[in-house]
């Protein structure tokens, strides 16, 4: 058995609902309960949330069988990727390394993984196995985040994943989650980081979730996320530099170093505020209610949802840089 997202199981033929979203990746999770200590994870083993969660999605359980005969008909339903989110298993990499030999055998579309490794041998024999895509997740943004929420250093993990970036370019993923204590200034300069060491970057908003530590906690405010959104694509795009970036003593951005002409014309297709990450990953309401802020857009964003998340990025940075 393996846990399918309810959105891709409906994309595969698994399931029935009717669903306002699609997602363009088919999302599987393997293994239950995970050996990482992540406060703000269900899948955690120091947390009591639902198994059959991750992020705000539900994820039930398959048989293989299932999934292969789903997967016949993913192309045809607008998949164009496969995820694995693998937890951290006892047995290490082993139970990812014989799932993507598995999903090889019965799809040729590419395929990313999300998963623990101990070193660059392991990245290795992964996308000997067959994966397009690694992600090592940094989730926190600022070492003391990392400690607190994760456990352990963030430096010796950035470095493999720097390591690896280096030694298998283009290959490498990462996850980072806005709302774990971190700046502007922070997030920005660790994004800046790794998309000069060639690291794609997907940009989640943290969710508070019942059962874990943090279930108490707050999503980020919407306007902060929208300046760490558009930061990001401006240096994924290269129209900007971070060292012209401007913040102020607490660490939020007040200016992108852009005349406000040139930010307008740079955000105005709204791609920004689309979800980040892999080629072809979109995952549909993982941080957000169906009605509510929408944090990272699914699909492209209509005239009105552009004017909206435009005004709010370009009246914050005026209401910043009056505050400065
Ligand atoms: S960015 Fe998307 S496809 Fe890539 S590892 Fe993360 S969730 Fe999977």
């Given at each position: 058995m393996i846990r399918i997202s309810a959105g891709s199981a409906v994309c595969l033929g698994l399931k029935a609902n009717k669903m306002d979203a699609y997602p363009t990746t088919a999302y599987f999770l393997s293994g239950n309960s995970c050996r990482m200590g992540c406060?703000?994870?269900?899948?955690?083993?120091?947390n009591n949330g639902a198994?059959?969660?991750?992020g705000r999605v539900n994820w039930p359980e398959f048989s293989w069988e299932q999934v292969k005969e789903g997967l016949s008909r993913a192309e045809k339903n607008g998949i164009r990727r496969i995820c694995l989110q693998s937890?951290?298993?006892?047995?290490?990499?082993d139970p990812a390394l014989e799932l993507i030999e598995k999903f090889k055998d019965i799809s040729n579309l590419p395929l990313s993984l999300s998963a623990w490794i101990k070193d660059q041998q392991e990245a290795a024999a992964l996308f000997k196995a067959g994966a397009d895509r690694i992600s090592v997740a940094i989730?926190?943004?600022n070492p003391e985040g990392y400690q607190r929420f994760?456990?352990?250093s963030q430096e010796e993990r950035l470095g493999l994943l720097f390591d690896c970036a280096r030694n298998l370019p283009g290959k490498m993923s990462t996850h980072l989650i806005c709302g774990?204590?971190?700046s502007e200034n922070e997030a920005l300069g660790l994004v800046d980081r790794l998309l000069k060491a060639g690291v794609t970057v997907a940009l989640f908003a943290f969710v508070p979730l019942k059962g874990?530590?943090?279930?108490?906690g707050t999503s980020p405010p919407v306007d902060s996320y929208r300046r760490v959104q558009a930061g990001l694509y401006l240096l994924r795009k290269k129209l900007a530099e971070f060292n012209c970036f401007k913040f102020n003593e607490q660490g939020r951005?007040?200016?992108?170093?852009?005349p406000e002409t040139d930010l307008q014309r740079f955000l105005?297709?709204?791609?920004?505020?689309q979800t980040s990450g892999c080629?072809?990953?979109?995952?549909?309401y993982y941080n957000e209610?169906?009605?509510?802020?929408?944090?990272?857009?699914?699909?492209a964003l209509s005239a009105s949802e552009r004017e909206a998340a435009l005004t709010t990025l370009i009246k914050s940075l005026q209401k910043s840089s009056n505050l400065s």
């Open positions: 406060s703000f994870c269900p899948q955690s083993m120091g198994l059959n969660r991750l937890v951290r298993h006892e047995e290490g990499i989730d926190a943004i994760k456990g352990g774990l204590g971190e874990t530590l943090l279930e108490g951005l007040i200016s992108f170093g852009l105005a297709t709204g791609a920004a505020f080629p072809g990953c979109n995952r549909p209610r169906p009605g509510g802020i929408i944090y990272n857009y699914h699909r």
